[in-house]
């Protein structure tokens, strides 16, 4: 009986072995795509500079916005941790 449960649980492990090499192989034949982009030409160098700037701006408010939030969760936390503290602390 000993025999045919280690039987048995090697086959399963032997399995799951099988079954997470197969996923890890199907994880490693995804491709990236990346998408390609011409360089400017003359022509169109100070509209495409505007529009660059007009971008990095936007993705400064974004990321401005986004810090600011994250540090105002951190201290609704921060303020949440140290009042529970507080009042677990009883004199």
Same mark, same amino acid.
């Given at each position: !009986?000993?025999? *045919? %449960?280690?039987t +048995?649980?090697?086959?399963? !492990? #032997?399995r799951k072995?099988?079954?997470k =090499? =197969?996923e890890? *192989? $199907?994880?490693k034949?995804? $491709?990236l $795509?990346l998408?390609a %982009?011409?360089p400017? +030409?003359?022509?169109s160098?100070? =509209?495409?500079?505007?529009? =660059?700037e007009?971008k990095?701006?936007?993705?400064?408010v974004?990321?401005?916005?986004?810090?600011?939030?994250?540090m #105002?969760?951190k201290?609704?936390?921060?303020h949440?941790q +140290?009042?529970?503290?507080f009042? *677990?602390?009883r004199?």
């Open positions: !009986m000993l025999l *045919g %449960s280690l +048995t649980y090697e086959l399963k !492990m #032997k072995k099988k079954k =090499d =197969d890890e *192989g $199907a994880r034949k995804k $491709a $795509a998408k %982009s011409s400017p +030409t003359t022509e160098e100070g =509209d495409s500079s505007k529009d =660059d007009e990095l701006k936007d993705e400064i974004l990321v401005s916005r986004r810090f600011n939030s994250l #105002k969760k201290k609704q936390l921060f949440r +140290t009042k529970e503290t009042q *677990g602390q004199y």
